[in-house]
Structures are given as C-alpha cells and as structure tokens.
C-alpha cells in the first residue's frame, strides 16, 4: 500500500480520483508547521502540496520513506530541490494546468484595457454617463505582440488569431516551424516592442528577463500601445512603467504580478491609465481542479509505474550507473552550453555522437545531458535528465544519437552538431585520464581547451599580430588572460582562438575587439 499525505486543500476532483486508485491510501491533514509535518512525513511515500506547505531541508530529512513531492501548481519556490535531490525525493509540478486560465486572463486584460472597462464601471457607479470619454478601439486587426512562446504565449497566439489581430512574438529558445505552425510570426525584440498594439508577457523570471522591459523599450513603442503582464513581476522595470504611463509614452497598463506583492505604496497605484488584479492567474475554478487532478494523476503514475511526468529534479542514480557515465554525462553538458554558446539563431535539431569507451555506456543519458547544458539557464525551473527531453520537443530541438566503438584520434570521443536554420556547429570533446573534460575541436578547428570559467572565442585572420592585437585590448581593460589557444583550419586563411580570461566581458569592450580589422567575431561564454 503506497500512502500519500496531502497538507494542502486540493479540490475534490483529485481527492476522488485517488480514492478511486487500488493499492493507493491518503490522508489529509492541512495546516501544519515544519515541527507538526516532521512528526508525520516519516509515514508516507508521497507528499502533494500548493503554496503553503514549506517543505524545508527539516521536513526532508524527517521524510525517510518519501519518494514525491507533487506541487499542484508550477511554484515550487516553498520546496528545498536541492536537498530533495540529495536524498533521491523527486519534485514535481503541473506546469501546464493552468496555461488557459492564465491565457484567458491575459486577454481579459486586453480587452479591459481596449474599452476603458473600469473607468467605465467607476463611471457609472458615480452617477456619470461619459461615453464620449470613454471611447475605445477595437482589438481586430491590431498588433498583438507575445513576448515568450511557450505554452501560454502560444495560447494567447491562438486566442488572439481568432480575434482576427496581427500576432507576432519573441522567443529566441523556440524553433522557426513552431512559429510557423501556429501561423504567427516571429520578430526580434527590439521589432516586437516597436510594432505592438498590446504587448503581453508570458516569460519565465530568470536572470536573462528580469526588467526586460524597461525605459529604451518604452522609449521604442507606439504612444497608443498597451502592456500586459500576467506572467511574472520583475518582467517589467516598474519604475519605467510609471515614468511611460505618466508621461503618455504608453497609453495603458494591465498587472497581475508585481516586483512585491501586493504592491503596497507602489507609485504605479496613483495612476489611472493602469489597470491590476491581484496575481489571478491560476484563480478559477477549472483552474483549480485542473491542477489538483494533474498532480493526482502524475503521483499515481510514478508510485505504480517509476516515470517521472513534469519532474524537476534528477532521480537517484545506482552508483554504479554514476561511475559508468558521470564523468561523460558532465563532458556532455559542458560541450552543450559551449555549443548554444556559439549558436547565432535558434537550435533545431541536436546531434550526440558517442565514439570508442563514451560508446560503451548508455548513450540516451550522455545525449539528454547535452541538451541540459543547450537548455540551461533559459527556464525558472532546473532543467534535467528527466524533463530536458519534454522541455526540447516543446522548444521545436529534435534530438539523434548514435554511437560506435570505433576511435577518432582519442580513446573516448564525444561529438555535438548542432543545425540552426542557417548554419551548422560541430564540437569534440574528450576526458583526459579519464575525468578531466577537455573541448578539442570547434567546426574544422583542432584546438585544446580546458572548459571552465569564461571563455573568449574570437575568429580572425591568419596572419601575425592579431593576437596581439586582442591581448592589448584585454590588458588595457585589465582582464587578465590565464590560457589561450589557438586553432587553424586546413585550406583556409582563418584561425581561431580560445581566451580563458579572469572575468566576463562588458557588451562594449566585445565590441571593441570585433573592431579589430582583422578579427571577424568575438564570442564570450560563461561555463
């Protein structure tokens, strides 16, 4: 009998179908605190939870017996991952359940803001009748402009097509043909800021999208455009905002979620072209059940059957699984952030190919890990062996392997092509005794890399002091180099060189050395 503890409300749609599951026992207990779930988590194999259970590195280790946690919902900010992952515990979420209701709200939003919605309720409620004040415009025709194309952002893409509007969006993560399939077009940032009629958010908050919309893109935009963010705070640069909508550089605002919620004493309250909800997203009723049934339906199938649906985190592996392919699964991944490191334009498809001992082991892991190290970094949650796979079919990356026993130069090799719409890259890597990663080539260049810290990987002309060139530019911004290498192709006058340097370049000081008139390209990675 596998027993399942619920210590948040779920709606009764999940509670029954658990009922309903053989060999499958719950309890719900709602309410408690870390010192009240630590006396009883000990008893269960899966713990399902919203937002106000804390599962902490405490509870974790009270849980002996726990193998889930199931968030119904897609915030998992109250659940310890790491510690969860150290003690072999998978997390999970819906991250799905609830992209219609979120969609929906979005266009609601849009709708409001296109017929002065509240001010006409405030209208009328004081006794006015201000039609002509009060004139709108039609969304028909308009530009709308989706910025992140993920699941959500397709939805709206969907809803607003039927609208009869213009759609285009920004996502630089998915492939052209998803796009194309959907009918929607796809611009750069810069185009879909300045073309929009309704700009609607739908990204996830990471490091790469926080006030990602701030004063240049509100400097950009039509003075008749209006902002919609229904996705996360911090997307837009509030202080930005309230200087936009103050000023007439934007005509209207619709918010949900804010940089702190609720957002108590924000200047943005004193305006009236603003229009807020309070982070309703996920607050409907089909919402709800959706959430709390998905998550039933994916506990189950991991107690009954051991696949992960939407988990978050790595399971644990044998240790003799980690001995075979640790060491190959961690080259993977480095090769993968070097490889979207170089890409200019979206991957479509990604090639792992296994040769001599990287052939001997299992080849699906050491492939997934290639694609968490093209995917990392781009998604608020972790992106692992156990939904890489999902996240890269949803971001339109096809994934072949193969693998052979034959030898290329080095007793194991691993290689990744990666296809873009219009070029190709290819990269080799090896381990060096058998644990120390090494990058070995880069297209046609044979070149010798240690694959850590921050990289400077420039293209340039073969002849003599270009090199110097570049290490001027360096010194004279007191960036200190510790290893360079320096690759040539055959039949070509063109060379490449790697610069391991102390710190990351700034985007000017980048473009300081692309002025070089011999160098062709610069490119800085961070491993």
Known sequence: MKKILISDKLAEAGINYLNEQPG?????????????????????????????????????????????????????????????????????????????????LAIAHMMSLSRHLPKADRSVRAGKWERSRLMGSEVAHKTLAILGFGTIGRIVAQRGLGLKMQVIAYDPFVAPEIFEDLGVKSVSLDGLVMRADYLTLHCPLIEKTRNIIGASQFAMMKK?????????????????????????????????????????????LELDNIVFTPHLGASTSEAQVAVSVEIAR?????????????????????????????????????????????????????????????????????????????????????????????????????????????THDYLSLIRVIGHCADHTIALDGTL??????????????????????????????????????????????????????????DNQQQAMAVISVSEPLTETLLQHLCGIPAVHKATQINL
């Not at 937002?51 to 002996?64: G, H, W």
């Not at 005794?433 to 297209?443: E, F, K, M, N, Q």
């Not at 240690?450 to 060139?469: F, N």
């Open 298 to 406: 994916q506990a189950v199938t991991f107690l009954k059957t051991g696949e992960a649906v939407n988990a978050l985190n790595l399971p644990r592996l044998s240790a003799e699984e980690l001995k075979k392919s640790h060491e190959f699964m961690n080259l993977s991944t480095i090769l993968g952030k070097v490889l979207v490191g170089l890409a200019t334009k979206p991957l479509e498809k990604l090639e792992v190919a296994l040769f001599g001992r990287a052939a001997e082991v299992e080849a699906r892991p050491i492939s997934v890990a290639a694609l968490i190290g093209v995917l990392s970094g781009q998604f608020s949650t972790p992106v692992n062996r156990v939904n890489a796979e999902n996240i890269a079919k949803r971001q339109g990356i096809s994934l072949i392997e193969s693998r052979t026993e034959e």
């Open 24 to 104: 499958i026992q719950i309890h719900i207990e709602t309410g408690l605190n870390e010192e009240g779930l630590c006396k009883i988590i000990g008893d269960y194999d899966a713990l399902l939870i919203r937002s106000d259970t804390k599962v902490t590195p405490n509870v974790l280790q009270a849980a002996k017996r726990l193998k889930l946690i199931g968030r119904a919902g897609i915030g998992v900010d109250n659940v310890d991952i790491p510690v969860a992952t150290e003690l072999g515990i998978i997390v999970m979420n819906t991250p799905d359940a609830n992209a219609t209701t979120t969609a929906e």
């Open 224 to 268: 008749e455009a209006m902002i919609i963010n229904c996705a996360r705070g911090g997307l837009i640069d509030e202080a930005a905002l309230y200087d936009a909508l103050k000023s007439g550089r934007c005509a209207g605002a619709a918010l949900d979620v804010y940089e702190n919620e609720p957002p108590a004493n924000s200047p943005l």
């Open 432 to 489: 060096l005794g058998g644990c120390h990663p090494r990058l070995v080539s880069i297209d046609q260049f044979a070149i010798e890399v240690v694959p850590e810290g921050t990289l400077l990987v420039t293209r340039h002309d073969d002849k003599p002091g270009v090199i110097s060139a570049i290490s001027a530019v360096l010194g004279n911004a007191d960036i200190n180099i510790s290893r360079m290498q320096v690759g040539m192709a």
